[in-house]
């Protein structure tokens, strides 16, 4: 399965976001992080609902 070609891998680490939720053994996996998005999200929902420029927040 994909965790244990991970864990297999060279890969030190893999960034994944929490937009879904992650399976138990990916959440335990030690070369697995993942990152919250809420308050990217949070902020681009802000500034399109104020027509204010969402690609400025990655510059």
Same mark, same amino acid.
């Given at each position: 399965? +994909?965790?244990? &070609?991970?864990?297999? !891998?060279?890969?030190?680490?893999?960034?994944?976001?929490?937009?879904?939720? %992650? @399976?138990?053994? +990916? +959440? =335990?996996?030690?070369?697995? =992080?993942? %990152? !919250? %998005?809420? $308050?990217? %999200?949070?902020?681009?929902? $802000? $500034?399109? !609902?104020?027509?204010? &420029?969402? !690609? +400025?927040? @990655? $510059?």
């Amino acid at each position: 399965d +994909a965790v244990n &070609s991970i864990v297999a !891998s060279d890969i030190d680490e893999m960034i994944v976001t929490d937009t879904i939720p %992650l @399976f138990e053994e +990916a +959440a =335990r996996c030690g070369k697995i =992080r993942q %990152l !919250s %998005l809420d $308050r990217v %999200l949070a902020e681009a929902i $802000r $500034r399109v !609902s104020n027509e204010e &420029s969402v !690609s +400025a927040m @990655f $510059r």
